[in-house]
């Protein structure tokens, strides 16, 4: 990819009436009357005086969203060095009391706060007052169960009401939040839930998904056996089955009309624990804080994504991704949220179109990898569903390729806010993304999100305008760890994140920042390309080479050789009836040496039976590039981290035969 979009008419640009109605618009006129923010020079200006004057940018959001301050902050920002950086010290609050405050108006009591729909598409909706009355009672019982501030509790829930409710009554009581999707193993469960030690783990019987039932009775007596902390263990019926002897049910917690207590915590007290990846040794366990997530998310969600009460927002997530905690701060916004159970493509590949378009979602966001699949099976969602609620699709979990674009603005709607956002589990946000306000070029992501000193750098740290250079930030965001668990002197942080430039945050993305202000981001910079001292990343290969209709997948790994030499496998996935024949090795090559660079054309073009991901579906390129360097399977790669461990077999016999 490259800025070559520039010089092009841009795909969407933001109509007057758009630009003024905006959130971010309001906000600027607001800031600049109250706290000196720019009042004229639109989101550019604005992003500029956000990072220059952190500390009054920060307040101005508080101020803006009317955070819920029980004692006074100091300043917004003390310490700035990163990590430890200081946020609002001095402060309490509770990220739960402003997550349920849309229900506190009689006038909005009774409207949705949740839409949940299944497989069958049979939808139920929970209102704010029963949220809140849901939360409360909840709340009061784990109190009664002796759950207090810091103590973790745990989830192995899928994407349904009960465990919004879950997390917004830990949140109330002080407690520690994490959670796992039930189509994770019981290995992947205990690699992160052993980490934290839960005193209570919410379960479900079972879960639906691709129309068929999945019992997890056997699994959740094996994280009952293996997590010797628990003090209770609450049973969703989801199912249909009783509760397991010795358990509590998820009715007899919820039944009181009980309105909730909020436990005040300091800023930076623990609201939950998020994972990464874990695809090379045990998963980090990320801990954000409930005021920073709380000040980060109100940002995001009703800044840059412009959602208030009149939205409905669908983002399609699981339990065990960070998308499903930011989907749930939509709440914060009072947004009603919308939550989808089950497979992504079932029963067929437009199943996500529908929920959109039965939900009356205004905001929907999906993955890259959907939108591609999408344009791939030739359907036309905007010609066959009535979307025209829908005002924003925006994608995430790997970058949205060209096509993408165009197929989004062509399949869907013409006047269509396409939102290609990139950030990570690690903050659980964005580092740049949408903005309403600002054109859409093909390719890019429109912004750095405002408060994100956003910059490109060369490996001796200067910064790169129009080159590709490492993604940094170089000042605190608030919703950056306040630690891993059990890493108790920094030293795991600090190597995740600032070893290459001590202070400064190193995220792992290679990126372009264009002359223009938008960002392209080109995949990991821990699985570069660098072929004769031009780097490049993955994801630019995978967008050319998924273009061709035979290729279902691909993957490709750069290997350093013994000798110095470099060898730079392509490996395929095929589409049904496709063969990998001369003509179709040629045709990859020419797509490469074309779209790409010469240099980067494969050395050679393996088909393999399939490409293996992460459990939150990102494909694994470091582990597959140890298993070719001859690192054995245990050692490479945390196999329960894969989302099929079988595949990496065919990567380590051909490991062998190289050798």
């Known amino acids: 990819m490259t800025s070559a979009a520039a010089n092009e008419a841009p795909l969407w640009q933001p109509d007057p009436e758009r630009i003024a109605a905006a959130a971010v618009t309001r906000f600027q006129s607001w800031a600049a009357e109250r706290y000196g923010a720019p009042a004229e020079g639109g989101y550019p200006a604005l992003h500029r005086w956000s990072v220059d004057e952190l500390d009054t940018f920060w307040r101005a959001v508080a101020d803006w969203f009317d955070v819920r301050f029980s004692t006074p902050y100091e300043t917004a920002i003390g310490d700035r060095t990163m990590p430890g950086a200081q946020w609002f010290p001095g402060a309490t609050l509770n990220y739960a009391e402003h997550a349920l405050r849309a229900g506190e108006d009689p006038l909005h009591a009774g409207a949705p706060a949740l839409l949940h729909v299944d497989e069958t598409h049979a939808q139920s909706a929970v209102s704010w007052s029963e949220l809140r009355r849901q939360v409360g009672s909840l709340a009061a019982e784990l109190r009664a169960l002796g759950v207090r501030p810091g103590d973790r509790v745990s989830g192995y829930l899928p994407n ?23 189509d994770f193993g019981a290995r992947s469960v205990l690699d992160r839930f052993q980490q934290v030690e839960p005193v209570v783990l919410f379960t479900v019987d079972g879960y639906r998904y691709g129309g068929k039932e999945h019992d997890r009775t056997e699994t959740v007596a094996e994280l009952r056996r293996e997590l010797p902390t628990l003090r209770a263990v609450v049973h969703i019926p989801l199912l249909g089955t009783p509760a397991p002897e010795g358990t509590l049910a998820w009715s007899a917690l919820t039944s ?20 990464s990846s874990g695809t090379t040794g045990l998963p ?52 009603t949220v919308v939550l989808y159970d089950g497979s992504p493509g079932y029963p067929d590949v437009s199943a996500q179109w529908r929920v959109a378009e039965q939900t009356g979602a205004t905001l929907y966001g999906t993955s890259a990898a959907y939108v591609m ?21 925006a ?30 589990t690690d903050v659980c946000s964005c580092f740049a993304g949408a903005v309403p306000t600002l054109p859409v070029h093909i390719g890019e992501l429109q912004a750095p999100c405002l408060g994100t000193d956003l910059q490109s750098w060369d490996p001796a740290g200067k910064p790169l305008i129009g080159e590709v250079g490492e993604l940094v930030v170089t000042n605190p965001l608030p919703s950056m760890p306040i630690h891993f668990w059990n890493d108790p002197d920094g030293s795991r942080y600090r190597d995740s994140y600032f070893e290459m430039y001590p202070g400064v945050w190193r995220h792992g993305d290679w990126i372009t920042l264009t002359d223009h202000g938008s960002v392209i981001i080109h995949g990991r910079s821990d699985s570069t390309l660098n072929r004769q001292g031009v780097r490049m990343g993955s994801a630019d290969i995978y967008e050319a080479v998924e273009r061709l209709p035979e290729i279902r997948e691909s993957l490709v ?23 990998l024949d001369d003509g179709l090795r040629d045709r990859i090559k020419r797509t490469i040496r074309e779209n790409l660079s010469p240099r980067h054309v494969p050395d050679e073009i393996i088909e393999v039976p399939g490409i293996p991901h992460t459990l939150t579906g990102k494909r694994i390129e470091v582990p597959v590039k140890r298993l070719l360097q001859g690192t054995a399977l245990a050692k490479a790669v945390n196999p329960g981290s894969i989302d099929n461990l079988e595949l990496l077999h065919f990567y380590e016999d051909l490991a062998r035969t190289r050798r």
């Open 256 to 275: 009181t009309d009980t309105e909730p207590v909020f436990e005040q915590v300091p800023f930076d007290h623990p609201l939950w624990v998020l994972y």
């Open 284 to 335: 980090k366990a990320i801990v954000q804080s409930q005021g920073g997530i709380l000040l980060e998310h109100f940002k995001q969600l009703g800044l840059h994504c412009d959602l208030g009460p009149a939205d409905r927002f669908f983002w399609y997530t699981s339990t065990g991704w960070m998308m499903w905690n930011f989907l749930v701060s939509g709440l914060l916004t009072g947004t």
């Open 373 to 393: 699949a999408c344009r791939k099976a030739g359907i036309h969602p905007g010609r066959d569903l009535d979307l025209s609620r829908i005002q924003c699709v």
């Open 160 to 182: 349904i009401p009960q465990s919004v409710v879950a997390l917004l009554a830990t949140a109330a009581v002080g407690g520690v939040w994490t959670s796992c999707a039930p």
């Open 395 to 424: 994608t995430t979990g790997s970058p949205l390729p060209p096509d993408g674009f165009r197929w989004l603005h062509d399949e869907v709607a013409e006047d269509l806010w396409i939102a290609s956002v990139s950030g990570g």
């Open 557 to 579: 790994i750069g290997l350093e050789e013994p000798d110095g030499g470099y060898w730079m496998p392509l490996f395929v996935h095929l589409a049904d009836g496709a063969a």
